[in-house]
């Protein structure tokens, strides 16, 4: 997959993204947060997810942005790109992003949340429009680029152009409304 935006609009849309996700994270009390069985959209039927599961989701999906960048530079395949394009493989890895930081406390996702966000997005602002445009250094069936792999990683169908969070909490004032008036 070839890049269908820059690497200016991806910046202005992951900028978007993460402010509307900290408003959140500096909206909602710590039990809100931690609260079960909140998030309703964009999950399989068996899920039953807080907040803070979400953002453990989120930090998966950045945290394999960064991941398949440096495998990239390295010349190498990040086992991501395969994987989002698969259902089975995207399922894996939306299952697995959730167990893997299930243990976390509150705080320790927070944190990693914060990291993982501002590491991808002074990554994507080290790159240049060539690093953006540049071909994949291994071998492909398809034409992809560097900024094609963000997309195929990020971007994700259903997904609006690099806003995750919309697809899990389409409206974050009826979200609030909602966890509330329980």
Known sequence: MLATLSREVALRELDIEH??????????????KTRPDTIRYG???????????????L???????????????????????????????GRKIHYA?????????????????????????????????DDWKQAAPFATDAPLDLGGVLEIILVAPPRPPYRHLPVHIPNSEAYIRALRAR
């Open 19 to 32: 402010r509307a996700v900290r408003d959140l994270m500096n909206t909602l009390t710590d039990e809100e």
């Open 43 to 57: 999950l399989y039927p068996d899920q039953k997810l807080s907040f803070k599961d979400l953002l453990a989701h």
């Open 59 to 89: 930090i998966t999906y950045e945290a394999f942005s960064i991941e398949a960048v440096d495998a990239w530079k390295r010349g190498e395949k990040h086992f991501a790109i395969d994987a989002m394009q698969s259902e089975s493989g």
């Open 97 to 129: 992003g959730i167990e893997d930081r299930r243990g976390q406390t509150l705080t320790e996702t927070l944190d990693e949340w914060e990291q993982t966000q501002y590491a991808l997005m002074a990554m994507i602002r080290k790159l240049g429009d």
